[in-house]
Each structure stands twice: as C-alpha cells, then as structure tokens.
C-alpha cells in the first residue's frame, strides 16, 4: 500500500509492505544471504544496476529494504539504510561524509562512544573534532574552521537532556556549506523530525525507541538527498555493518507500536519528574517537560512531546545515586534506554565512561547525574520503586 499521504500511526503499521508470492499479512523475514539469478544476462543486470533485483544480503534484503523504507517514510526522508547497530550508523555516516583534513564540530554531551571514535580512532586518520556545548549557537560558530564540513548534534543530549535548536543548525550550515547531521534517538520521528526542520542526514540507534522492547540492537540512517544517501550507503556496505534480516523484522514488528509506546512512556515521564523535582534528596532535574528545563521553550517548539529520557542529580552525590540504583526493585539497573521496562543507570561510570572525567565535566555529565529510561508500567508502581528506593539514601 503506499502510505505517502497517510497519517503517521497509518505510515507505522503499512509504510513499507511488500507484495509477495503468498500475500503474507507481514513482511516476511527473508533469511538468505544470497539471491538466485534468473540467468546469467539477469546476474549481470543486477550488477550493472540495469535491473533491481537483490543480489546479496549486505547489499539489500527484502526485509531490510522494508525497515528502510518504513523509517525514511516516517522521517520525510529520501531513502532509508539499515545498519547492525547505532554505532554501525554512526561510524558509517562519519567514514562516508569525512576525509584527512576534514573537520566535524559535534553535540560535547554525545553518546560516550560517538565521541571517542572520533577523539581515539578517526583522528589516526587525520580527522579533526571538536566538541562544543551545541545548546548554545554561539559556541558552533565559534568552532567553524575552514575546512569544517559536518556539524553533527545530538538532540536532547544522552544524557545532560540538552536541547540543541535543529533549524538554528541548518542556517547555519547551509551558511558554511556543512553537512548537518542528527542523531534522533531520543525522540524517534514520533516526537521530532530534524529533516524537516533542515538536517540533511537523521540517525537512530533502533535499539532504543524505534525497536522499543530491548531485544534487539540495530541502527538507522535516513537522508534528505539521494547525493548523501549513496555516499552512505556505499560505505555501510563496503564496512559490512549490514541490520540482519531477522533483526529488520523485529525492528518492524516494534516500530508499530512506536506512537502508543511513547505517549504512554512520556505520560508516566511526566508524573515521575514532577515526583522527583520536588523530592527533599533530589538536588536538580532535567526533564524537557518541565518548566525548569533551561530549553523548555524550545523543547516545545522543535518536539511534539518532551519524551520519557530525564537526568537527576541526588543531594548525596555519586555515593546517593549509588545507594538508589543499589535498591530499586522494578526499575532495572542497566544500560541503554527506550524500552518498555524503566532503566537506571550511571553515565559517568558506565555509557560515558571511555569520555575523560575533563571532558565529561566540561559537558555537562557530573558525577552525581544519574539517568532514568521511563517504561510502559503503571506509573504508580515507578514511583512507588523510586520512593523506596531513595528511602534508602
Ligand atoms: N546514539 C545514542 C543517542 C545512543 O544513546 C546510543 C547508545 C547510540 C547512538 C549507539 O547505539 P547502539 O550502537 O548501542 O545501538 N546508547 C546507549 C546508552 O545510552 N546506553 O547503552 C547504549
């Protein structure tokens, strides 16, 4: 069916279907790596790209194809590429849009390995990188050298929550001829869509909001213009970060329920933050929600929702936040984030560990910041937990 003039909770249950053999409801998980040719004429059409039948399974897939598509329809993209994880997205968008001698300006709170990559790895290969606190425009005009060519941001910010002002971005890089480049994981295109706000390149690690139920990992990337889109999709495939068949289908069977995940998510975001802004052990909060979010305003203007990701910070410091994470009963102590269950973690010793404690401090991750991934439970229960929880502190 095609779905481009239908509503977004339409687009998220038929964007992407495709018409096979049996006329299965779903799409089918084609689990092969490789293609059969109807002769040797049709073999060497598909290479030549005189016919688009599939070859092999890094280049495309059936169901593959039908996750890309999904997404780049749900983000008002050209075209969708599919890879094995966030990161597999992130470092296929860095290796295609950067050489030797180029500069990339990004989000300083990023997601810890998203930095490193660039500070320990990319830098071998003459990459140049800075990191700016991205909130503030100033500071990105402020790092532009001649030879910068991608201004990646991270909106709000895993885990500070800072909101960086995406069309602000885009004159700007379209002023210095820059790519803009965002990482769209904490909203999903639900609740934020930064190409129509003026991005040229949006990624996700599908591991979080977009899969939703912490069974899988996976990445994506979608672009404005076919000109980026290839440059991408040529290096993804030639790194070998291809998404997996069937992890393209289990990202397809939890991206149907993206819309009722969130608003349930972010409605018991609400009520949690508003018990936690006012908890006696509880020193600072940042929840986009909140009035006292620094970018409240913005948040309201640029998202359609403030979302279910917070950060806190405990009167007691790390040791108060420890002895938290150490009793919570329900919440589960773990990494990543945007799942039906609520999550607790440390960022400062555990996602952002590999960023120096310098760096980590100049971006805003202190020490006694803790975050929190609200889940699909019953938000009483969540509070019930956190109250328990910080009885013991
Ligand atoms: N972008 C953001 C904003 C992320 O939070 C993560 C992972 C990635 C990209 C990378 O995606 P992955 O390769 O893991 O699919 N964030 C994690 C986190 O905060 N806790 O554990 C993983």
Redesign the pocket.
Same mark, same amino acid.
């Given at each position: 069916m095609n779905t481009k003039n239908k509503g977004f909770n339409t687009k998220l249950i038929h964007a992407g279907e495709i018409e096979e053999p049996y006329g299965s409801a779903t799409v089918p998980i084609y689990q092969t790596s490789t293609f059969r040719f109807k002769n040797a004429k049709h073999g060497a059409d598909c290479f030549s790209g005189k016919s688009d039948g599939y070859i092999y399974t890094r280049l495309a897939n059936p169901t593959i194809r039908a996750f890309e598509q999904s997404i780049a329809e749900l983000e008002n993209a050209y075209d969708g590429i599919a890879t094995s994880? @966030?990161? @597999?997205a992130?470092t296929s968008v860095y290796m295609a849009l950067l050489g030797a001698g180029d500069h990339i300006i990004s989000t300083g709170a990023v997601?810890g390995?998203?930095r490193g990559v660039l500070e320990f790895d990319l830098s071998r290969f003459g990459v140049e990188s800075s990191f700016v606190n991205t909130s503030d425009i100033e500071n990105i005009i402020a790092a532009i050298k001649p030879n910068t060519r991608v201004l990646y941001i991270?909106t709000p910010a895993?885990p500070t929550m800072e909101i960086t002002d995406i069309l602000a971005c885009a004159e700007i890089a379209r002023k210095h001829n820059l790519l803009l480049v965002v990482?769209n994981?904490?909203c999903s295109p639900y609740l934020q869509k930064p190409l129509d706000l003026g991005a040229d390149v949006v990624l996700h690690?599908? /591991?979080?909001f977009i899969n939703g139920h912490a069974d899988i +990992? @996976? @990445?994506v990337i979608v672009t404005k213009e076919p000109r980026v889109y290839k440059k991408v999709r040529h290096m993804m495939t030639y790194m070998g970060c291809n998404m997996d068949p069937t992890q393209a289908y289990m990202a397809l069977r939890g991206l149907k329920t993206l819309a009722l995940r969130i608003e349930r998510a972010q409605n018991n975001a609400l009520c949690l933050a508003e018990f936690i802004q006012f908890h006696p052990k509880v020193s600072w909060i940042k929840y986009p929600g909140l009035s006292s979010h620094p970018q409240y305003a913005l948040a309201r203007k640029q998202m359609d929702g403030p979302g279910s990701m917070m950060s806190f910070g405990l009167k007691g410091g790390f040791k108060a936040g420890e002895k938290l994470m150490d009793n919570v009963r329900l919440a589960i102590l773990a +990494?990543?984030?945007g799942g039906v269950e609520t999550l607790i973690?440390h960022p400062a010793s555990m /996602?952002h560990a590999a960023v120096s404690r310098k760096h980590k401090l100049a971006a805003g991750i202190s020490d006694d910041l803790v975050r929190l991934s609200v889940g699909i439970e019953d938000v009483d229960d969540i509070i019930e937990d956190l109250k328990q929880a910080l009885n013991h502190v």
């Open positions: 994880s @966030g990161m @597999g992130i997601y390995p998203a991270e895993n990482d994981t904490f690690s599908v /591991t979080k +990992v @996976g @990445g +990494v990543s984030l973690q /996602t």
